[in-house]
């Protein structure tokens, strides 16, 4: 007999889809789930149609949701995900993992799921290997670019990019880092 778990926050099918992509992100990569790879991972799949509804702004890391920081909350307080902290200091990082009831959440609505299973894998299959750090800039670059699309309809120029992402990150990025990370952009996620 299957076990039935209570869920009072997140029982839908858009609560499922992220569930199903956090745990592909544990299956695929060795780098630790967080809150900085959470939200740029999801800013990247809801630019490639997995449509999720978190508004993204702007903010320190890049391309920030406060819809989706809840919600990561009210998954923590339902059980359908749980956060290992890394490390015992006073900045400890967030590693969130998946549990029994992710698992029944993504049974309960596989269906759905699978309409997106080629999308999701596919971008975590490109973005497996960055670094939250990586992972920041190359959202920037991204968020840039959409931003500059929507207002002049048209795709901005790399050095347009460059001038654009120093301006937002000032110097944390060398101008030969934004040029890889926009290259990347181009040719895997546009």
Do not use: H
């Amino acid at each position: 007999m299957e076990k039935k778990y209570r869920l009072y926050l997140c029982d839908n099918k858009e609560d499922a889809l992220l569930v199903y992509v956090i745990k592909r992100w544990t299956e695929m990569s060795k780098i630790p789930l967080g809150r900085t790879i959470i939200q740029k991972l999801c800013y990247f799949l809801k630019k490639s149609g997995v449509p999720f509804d978190f508004n993204y702004e702007l903010y320190t890391y890049g391309p920030f949701s406060i819809d989706l920081y809840d919600k990561m909350d009210e998954l923590l307080v339902d059980g359908v995900i749980r956060d290992q902290y890394s490390g015992k200091e006073k900045k400890e990082k967030s590693v969130y993992r998946v549990t029994e009831s992710a698992e029944y959440l993504i049974k309960k609505y596989n269906g759905y799921i699978m309409n997106y299973k080629e999308t999701i894998d596919r971008i975590i299959n490109k973005l497996k290997e960055f670094t939250p750090t990586q992972l920041e800039l190359l959202s920037t670059i991204l968020y840039y670019i959409k931003s500059y699309q929507n207002f002049y309809s048209k795709l901005p120029t790399q050095n347009e990019v460059v001038c654009g992402v120093k301006e937002i990150k000032k110097n944390k990025f060398s101008e030969d880092d934004i040029k890889e990370k926009y290259n990347f952009i181009i040719e895997n996620i546009l």
